[in-house]
């Protein structure tokens, strides 16, 4: 099975254009994060509820592809991970198990907000009792720091240890290596701070994004020549 993966990605043509379509995706996950997955979480209770209500489709897709994002970066993941160097199998099997929590982690948020949360929101509304704002409040606040902490810094230290073991490889350009760390230790810094920068992480985020966007598309086209 594991011969037939490696197979599977040493095949130069799927590896290229998998690392582009990876590009795509999160390129496409920064307009919903921006406009409007900041008016999904910031705000009073009832006026987050009130957008998603009045937004439900374009919420949902918004939701869909920042998720089609992060599958695609542990996607990237999953790739380097048989293409850096040999030596360090350990180290990037670790790296590639939490950015797989943080794709499991990032699961369960989507399935809440979807599923659970505009139940209890209308639960909120039907029955304005203070157990239940209580209630939804502890709710939102796990959610709050699923999504904005332990997602993000989950994520930012398995991309930090895959760009230790990129300084390791020769096959990657130093320039790369640099570029990523500065993306992932941005990402860390960004959701260790989350709850201080208010409204600005999703900007934060959303310019690392960007910045991966080229990383991935470039570093493929290198390996693909390697």
Same mark, same amino acid.
């Given at each position: ?79 380097l991970f048989f293409h850096l160097n040999r030596t360090y199998r350990p180290i990037l099997q670790m790296a590639w198990f939490i950015s797989v929590?943080? /794709? ?5 948020? !989507? *399935?809440?907000?979807? +599923? =659970? ?5 209308? %639960? ?72 201080? /920068? ?5 900007? !934060? *985020?959303?310019?690392? +994004? =960007? ?5 991935? %598309? ?9």
């Amino acid at each position: 099975m594991r011969r037939k993966m490696e197979a599977i990605v040493e095949n130069k043509t799927f590896f290229l254009w998998s690392f582009r379509t990876s590009a795509g995706l999160v390129f496409l996950s920064v307009f919903p994060i921006l406009f409007v997955l900041v008016d999904v979480c910031c705000g009073s209770l009832s006026e987050r509820f009130h957008y998603i209500s009045d937004n439900y489709v374009m919420v949902q897709i918004a939701w869909s592809l920042t998720f089609a994002a992060l599958f695609a970066i542990c996607f990237v993941f999953t790739m380097l991970f048989f293409h850096l160097n040999r030596t360090y199998r350990p180290i990037l099997q670790m790296a590639w198990f939490i950015s797989v929590v943080a /794709l499991c982690a990032s699961t369960l948020y !989507l *399935l809440i907000e979807i +599923l =659970l949360m505009p139940t209890l929101m209308e %639960w909120l509304m039907t029955i304005p009792a203070e157990s239940a704002h209580q209630t939804l409040t502890v709710w939102d606040q796990s959610l709050s720091h699923l999504s904005g902490i332990f997602i993000p810094t989950s994520l930012s230290i398995g991309g930090l240890i895959y760009t230790i073991v990129m300084f390791q490889t020769k096959e990657i350009p130093l320039v790369f290596s640099y570029w990523s760390f500065f993306i992932w230790s941005a990402v860390l810094i960004g959701s260790l701070f989350a709850s201080h /920068l208010g409204v600005f992480v999703f900007l !934060l *985020l959303s310019v690392m +994004l =960007l910045l991966y966007v080229p990383w991935i %598309w470039k570093v493929g086209t290198v390996l693909k020549k390697s």
